[in-house]
């Protein structure tokens, strides 16, 4: 298939070569033009603009940091819609709030263009290794089209519901690992504070009910205070303002979340943004008084 990709970073540039890989043409366009030439150099085409992307695409995927940059790529005057060919299928994999998936979608049946949210979960390492896990919304038909173009980025592609619904989902998994990292980041402080290794401990939770991906993959960064991305605080940040505005569009009280947001929030506002998620330890530290450990 010919393929347009828009938004060649941390995940679309692993993404827009596996697609490559798979055989497919794919021409590129980040506003980095030296993310263009790494997809060439993979054996991708490295287009010039939004327009030159989405010229003769069969399928064009978008993976954008939010939905102002989703707006400005799919929406806007010679974005996406303006000028795909009628039957197009746009698949929008960025993290974004439903209320824009659905407003793209119905923008996009104006054109005739069809229209998918796939938000994905796994991260960058899910990315590299073709192992994400997407939600999808939309029609059925349209998820059926896109599944062989999915199949080369992920192993768990499941059709969710309606347009908005893959965000809503995503949305739901937000909010459930940052709640578990603030209660693994409670877990460590308890621990250490009361003179218990913590490492050892958290090998014991692993094993029982308490076990979990994340205890699994990210106990030993935590306890070690290793934080390189991996995933951004000021990212998950943003997903957490997505589930708490999804939440108040649903009429739900979502208490946990809201307080697992918070926390997010103060790691960003001691200047973890950069930092991974993970660094919600570092927050959690802070509110016993506890001088998180440099690294
Ligand atoms: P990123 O910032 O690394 O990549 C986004 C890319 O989009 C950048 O290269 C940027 O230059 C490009 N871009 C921005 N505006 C553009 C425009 N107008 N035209 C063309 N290109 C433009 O972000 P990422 O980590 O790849 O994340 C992308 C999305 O996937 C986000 O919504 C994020 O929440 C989600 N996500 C990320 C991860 C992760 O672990 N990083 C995991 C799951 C989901």
């Known amino acids: 298939m010919k393929l347009g990709f828009i938004g060649l970073g941390v995940m679309g540039a692993p993404m827009a070569a596996h697609l490559v890989a798979a055989g497919h043409d794919v021409g590129g366009y980040d506003v980095?033009?030296?993310?263009?030439?790494?997809?060439?150099?993979?054996?991708?085409?490295?287009?010039?603009?939004?327009?030159?992307?989405?010229?003769?695409?069969?399928?064009?995927?978008?993976?954008?940091?939010?939905?102002?940059?989703?707006?400005?790529?799919?929406?806007?005057?010679?974005?996406?819609?303006?000028?795909?060919?009628?039957?197009?299928?746009?698949?929008?994999?960025?993290?974004?709030?439903?209320?824009?998936?659905?407003?793209?979608?119905?923008?996009a049946r104006d054109k005739k263009v069809r229209v998918l949210d796939a938000p994905v979960s796994g991260g960058q390492t899910g990315a590299e290794q073709a192992s994400l896990s997407i939600m999808v919304g939309g029609d059925e038909a349209d998820f059926a089209a896109a599944k062989p173009v999915l199949d080369a980025?992920?192993?768990?592609?499941?059709?969710?519901?309606?347009?908005?619904?893959?965000?809503?989902?995503?949305?739901?998994?937000?909010?459930?690992?940052?709640?578990?990292?603030g209660l693994v980041a409670e877990a460590i402080v308890l621990l250490e504070a009361s003179g218990v290794d913590a490492a050892t401990g958290l090998d014991v939770l692993a094993g029982g009910l308490a076990g979990s991906r994340i205890l699994e993959l990210k106990r030993q960064s935590m306890v070690d205070r290793r934080?390189?991305?991996?995933?951004?605080i000021d990212l998950h940040h943003k997903d957490m303002g997505i589930a708490l505005a999804a939440a108040r569009q649903a009429d739900v009280a979502l208490p946990l979340t809201g307080l697992v947001a918070q926390l997010v929030?103060?790691?960003?506002?001691?200047?973890?943004?950069?930092?991974?998620?993970?660094?919600?330890?570092?927050?959690?530290?802070?509110?016993?008084?506890?001088?998180?450990?440099?690294?």
């Open 32 to 107: 980095h033009p030296a993310a263009g030439e790494k997809l060439q150099a993979v054996g991708g085409r490295a287009a010039s603009g939004v327009a030159d992307a989405v010229a003769g695409a069969d399928v064009v995927i978008t993976m954008l940091p939010n939905h102002p940059q989703v707006e400005a790529v799919v929406l806007a005057a010679g974005g996406v819609l303006d000028t795909a060919e009628p039957g197009t299928l746009l698949i929008d994999m960025s993290t974004i709030r439903p209320e824009t998936s659905i407003a793209v979608a119905e923008a």
């Open 265 to 295: 929030a103060a790691g960003r506002a001691m200047g973890y943004g950069s930092l991974d998620h993970s660094a919600l330890l570092k927050v959690v530290e802070q509110l016993s008084g506890r001088v998180p450990a440099e690294v």
């Open 227 to 232: 934080f390189a991305p991996g995933f951004r």
């Open 153 to 181: 980025l992920g192993k768990t592609i499941v059709h969710v519901g309606p347009h908005g619904a893959g965000q809503v989902v995503k949305a739901a998994n937000q909010l459930v690992v940052g709640g578990i990292y």
